[in-house]
T-cell receptor, first 116, second 112 residues
Framework: AQKVTQAQTEISVVEKEDVTLDCVYE???????LFWYKQPPSGELVFLIR??????QNEISGRYSWNFQKSTSSFNFTITASQVVDSAVYFC?????????????FGRGTSLIVHP | DAGVTQSPTHLIKTRGQQVTLRCSPK?????VSWYQQALGQGPQFIFQ???????QRGNFPDRFSGHQFPNYSSELNVNALLLGDSALYLC???????????FGEGSRLTVL
């Protein structure tokens, strides 16, 4: 069965600090997809990134970067020089073929609070 | 390009009542998934619709049912509401089975 663990419930930082959100996953499949979503107070989950299991190359998008390591089953997310607008709940998700189709399973989320 | 739209945004029901939530997918998307998100939790998968049929279902009782229309819009119905059904109900659309999900802002249901 697929499982996603986000051990950090809440992280509080001061603006301009770097912050890393951890994500550990479990799956028996060799083909799977990993995602990160951001949920601001409005409630809508905003897609940030999708990574497939065959692509371990790290990715950088502006202040955001992702570190995918299959050896440790982790897909961590780093925000560099955090800003107040980064305050939100961040979810890591995993989809594999269990159940017959690729349905994302979400972690419990990490609430990031960035203080001015 | 309109994103995923959901209605109503907020609603209050009493135990035992029935509720219908509606979702219009993002233009070009043919697959609709529904999730329930309790306070402080991650979204939990309810079911997914594709070509007007339920393609996959999560661990939810039969009180939760759905429908997808020819224009790809979808409804989520919950019968015999319980207090524990109070949550944010999120609709997500996608193109195909492995694409990223695009979410609406959700319908917040309160059961009294």
């Amino acid at each position: 069965a697929q499982k996603v663990t986000q051990a950090q419930t809440e992280i509080s930082v001061v603006e301009k600090e770097d912050v890393t959100l951890d994500c550990v996953y479990e799956t028996r499949d060799t083909t799977y997809y990993l995602f990160w979503y951001k949920q601001p107070p409005s409630g809508e989950l905003v897609f940030l990134i999708r990574r497939n299991s065959f692509d371990e190359q790290n990715e950088i998008s502006g202040r955001y970067s992702w570190n995918f390591q299959k050896s440790t089953s982790s897909f961590n997310f780093t925000i560099t020089a955090s800003q107040v607008v980064d305050s939100a709940v961040y979810f890591c998700a995993l989809s594999d073929s269990s159940g017959g189709s690729y349905i994302p399973t979400f972690g419990r989320g990490t609430s990031l609070i960035v203080h001015p | 390009d309109a994103g995923v739209t959901q209605s109503p945004t907020h609603l209050i029901k009493t135990r035992g009542q029935q509720v219908t939530l509606r979702c219009s997918p993002k233009s070009g998307h043919d697959t609709v998934s529904w999730y329930q998100q309790a306070l402080g939790q991650g979204p939990q998968f309810i079911f997914q619709y594709y070509e007007e049929e339920e393609r996959q279902r999560g661990n939810f009782p039969d009180r939760f049912s759905g429908h997808q229309f020819p224009n790809y819009s979808s409804e989520l119905n919950v019968n015999a509401l319980l207090l524990g059904d109070s949550a944010l109900y999120l609709c997500a659309s996608s193109q195909g089975g492995t694409g990223e999900l695009f979410f609406g802002e959700g319908s917040r249901l309160t059961v009294l």
